[in-house]
């Protein structure tokens, strides 16, 4: 009987793994190549296959009867994606899908003036001019009243869907497909707040001072933190970054354009880098908008570890070879990101002289506070927005800034922009939890090996632990062997 399931499972993975396929592919010409693709379609439709009760009885036959680990946790796997898709309705697909087309038509206005949402991104971060980024950060007029009443709408559609299924509210489905709960989450926040605000603290105290503010303002954050924890941009020219790659890997004892991962320079896209697993481990390819400087020179390596990940994976089962957290996919990629802002890398590759690869280095604290604090600001804002669709958001948009980041927007409007969490729910997360894993998995390897640089065990330990059985182990069993517990 068990026999039975376990053949039927393999082709139900094996036809989910088609489906993806054929998304990645037509997402990929989406972004390289411009193409128009109707993404609500492939959802709709890895969703209808999911929701065949022959998928769920398939599962659940075999958690209840198989013992073999493996078999189970692919059906786990599988169960919690049809779990998932039980709650994408027409309407919410369609919604987001209309929110996705908004965001991408509609221009901030700075000045009287339409401007490209990465220019807006570049005058918050690098802007001398105080007022001027003041004015970038509140430019997204337009897409507020497009989106206000319409992610009101998603924020309630997503927690009446989940809560049809027996769960509390939309985070709390997400967040069990991670093997989280909202109370976990909440408690880790807590630990890295806490672990994270003398650094963050300085870090005001300093950019304050620095540049003469009585206190720093939504619109001073990424601009301090820019200014006090990045090197110059001239130190990162980007005809250095991919040979850097190449040499990296090759120092790990592997060789870069023999692993067969396509990289794109070329490609003009709205970010510095994806990365498509398109089938693992055969056809990963990597998209990257390279400009000179550190934050394109992360992306580069972050999308790399991406590639990494998947190219490394030895199992055929397609849950687990797409079934790890979105959290642990991100740590991943990070753990390569954070390879190039560590001195062994900064000496190696740049001619940046030591006092600076110093300050740089001394610096990281605070980066990291700062990194990881805006993400909980934002994930605490969605939590909220979720806990209570109707109520007053722009409150608790100012509640979460000022507990996390010790500042107000005082704007009555502002959490109608913010359109990340509408395209990806319960995401923001990722980020910070990417950030707490990658330095664990760094600490961890530099206690083991000295610097990484050089050391192919710290590749084959990423292989061994992380890569080659996908996600086999949940991320709780995979971090034990860094030793962290979140
Ligand atoms: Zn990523």
């Excluded at 894993?437 to 590749?459: A, D, M, N, T, W």
Aim: glycine share 4%; aromatic share 10%; with cysteine.
């Amino acid at each position: 009987m068990t026999g039975d399931y376990e053949s039927k499972l393999d082709e139900i993975e094996a036809h989910l793994e088609d489906l993806a396929a054929a998304e990645g592919e037509d997402v990929f010409d989406l972004y390289y190549r411009h193409a128009d693709v109707d993404t609500a379609a492939h959802e709709k439709r890895k969703r209808d296959y999911l929701l065949q009760p022959e998928v769920t009885e398939t599962c659940d036959n075999l958690l209840e009867s198989s013992e073999d680990t493996a078999l189970r946790r692919r059906a786990r796997i599988v169960r919690n994606w049809v779990n998932e898709m039980r709650a994408q309705t027409d309407e919410i697909i369609d919604l987001q899908a209309e929110i996705q087309k908004i965001v991408i038509a509609t221009k901030p206005v700075l000045d009287g003036e339409e401007i490209p949402r990465h220019q807006k991104t570049k005058i918050i971060f690098k802007n001398d001019d105080r007022e001027r980024r003041r004015r970038a950060l509140f430019s997204e007029g337009p897409l507020r009243e497009q989106l206000a009443a319409r992610a009101r709408n998603l924020y309630r559609l997503r927690n009446d869907a989940a809560r049809a299924l027996g769960y509390d509210d939309y985070p709390s489905l997400a967040l069990a497909a991670e093997d989280l709960t909202v109370a976990e989450l909440r408690a880790i926040f807590d630990t890295y707040e806490n672990e994270s605000r003398e650094a963050y603290e300085k870090l005001a105290a300093e950019g304050c001072a620095r540049f003469g503010f009585e206190r720093l303002e939504p619109w001073d954050l990424n601009y301090v933190t820019e200014k006090l924890t990045c090197a110059d941009d001239k130190y990162f020219p980007r005809a250095k970054a991919l040979p850097s790659l190449r040499e990296v890997v090759r120092q790990f004892g592997r060789d870069l354009d023999g692993l067969g991962i396509p990289i794109h320079e070329d490609a003009d896209i709205p970010y510095a880098g994806l990365c498509f697993s398109i089938r693992a481990p055969e056809d990963v390819r990597i998209l990257v908008n390279l400009q000179d400087g550190l934050t394109d020179l992360v992306t580069l390596y972050h999308e790399f570890g991406h590639a990494a990940h998947r190219k490394f994976v030895q199992r055929a089962s397609y849950a687990l070879k797409a079934g790890d957290a979105g959290f642990f996919a991100e740590a991943m990629a990070d753990t390569w990101g954070l390879l190039v802002v560590r001195p062994a890398w900064l000496r190696a590759f740049t001619e940046m002289p030591a006092e600076e690869r110093e300050r740089v280095t001394a610096a990281a604290e605070m980066a990291y506070a700062s990194r990881i604090r805006r993400f909980i600001a934002r994930q605490d804002f969605e939590l909220a927005a979720y806990a209570d669709a109707d109520g007053d958001l722009a409150a608790a948009l100012d509640e979460g800034a000022e507990r996390f980041l010790g500042f107000r927007y005082d704007d009555p409007e502002y959490w109608a922009e913010q359109y990340f969490p509408l395209l990806y729910p319960v995401y923001s997360k990722n980020y910070m939890l990417a950030r707490v894993i990658q330095r664990s998995i760094h600490r961890h390897l530099e206690g083991e090996y000295g610097e990484l640089l050089g050391e192919p065990k710290v590749f084959d330990f990423l292989v061994e632990n992380f890569y080659a059985d996908g996600a086999l182990l949940t991320w709780k069993e995979k971090l034990a062997a860094v030793g962290l517990k979140l």
